[in-house]
């Protein structure tokens, strides 16, 4: 079975761009759950999203968004970047009701 | 507001010796503890997961514990080898949801 994919798998933008990040989870799996990883502040939830809805937030501004759509492929995007927002993000899927997380490689953001 | 605390912050042991690591978290209230392993600059290897109602898991060379009501979790590792560096994070996830609150995670060396 195919793990979690995530593309692209770098970036670089300038800051005031936009991004916008695609995971795609394991077969079957419905929830899709986005984390962003510094040195500084360690791995941060971001958002969940189960069934095209977005279940759970975590204190990010309003410029991270994402969704999901019918097939549980996600894309989160980030709209007016920030040198802070430099970071790996990271996307992890999971079974409803076991909810053990299954991390895709990630996609390392660079902003100058 | 849950709260994951992972010790020793770095550990160097010489191979093949047994180890452990920390995990502490402020609510008992959890549905799941995982443990992962990371490589520099790649995603999250899942190693261990542990349900709420079950006191430990075990997996080749290691063994994970969890005792709600202290608010601990260890993770045991035997006869340490070169390839077990690497830095290894404990998440809580305390509802049935794909959110999880990370420590900052224990970097481990095994020296030859």
């Known amino acids: 079975k195919a793990g979690v994919t995530q593309t692209p798998r770098y970036l670089i933008k300038t800051r005031g761009q936009q991004v916008t990040l695609s995971c795609s989870p394991i077969?079957?799996?419905?929830?899709v759950s986005w984390y962003q990883q510094t040195p500084g502040q360690g791995l941060q939830f971001l958002f969940e999203?189960?069934?095209?809805?977005?279940?759970n937030k975590g204190n990010f501004p309003g410029r991270f968004s994402g969704r999901q759509f019918s097939n549980s492929r996600s894309e989160m995007n980030v709209s007016t970047l920030e040198l802070g927002d430099s970071a790996l993000y990271l996307c992890?899927?999971?079974?409803?009701?076991?909810?053990?997380?299954?991390f895709g490689p990630g996609t390392r953001l660079t902003v100058t | 507001k849950q709260e994951v605390t992972q010790i020793p912050a770095a550990l160097s042991v010489p191979e093949g010796e047994n180890l452990v690591l920390n995990c502490s978290f402020t609510?008992?209230?959890?549905?799941?503890l995982q443990w992962f392993r990371q490589d520099p600059g790649k995603g999250l290897t899942s190693l261990l997961l542990i349900q709420s109602s079950q006191r430990e898991q075990t997996s080749g060379r290691l063994n994970a514990s969890l005792d709600k009501s202290s608010g601990r979790s260890t993770l045991y590792i035997a006869a340490s080898q070169p390839g077990d560096s690497a830095t290894y994070l404990c998440?809580?996830?305390?509802?049935?949801?794909?959110?999880?609150?990370f420590g900052d995670g224990t970097t481990l060396t095994v020296k030859p």
């Open positions: 077969s079957g799996h419905r929830s």
């Open positions: 999203y189960f069934s095209e809805t977005q279940r």
């Open positions: 992890a899927s999971s079974l409803e009701g076991n909810y053990e997380q299954y």
């Open positions: 609510d008992s209230a959890i549905y799941n």
């Open positions: 998440a809580v996830c305390h509802t049935n949801a794909g959110k999880s609150t």
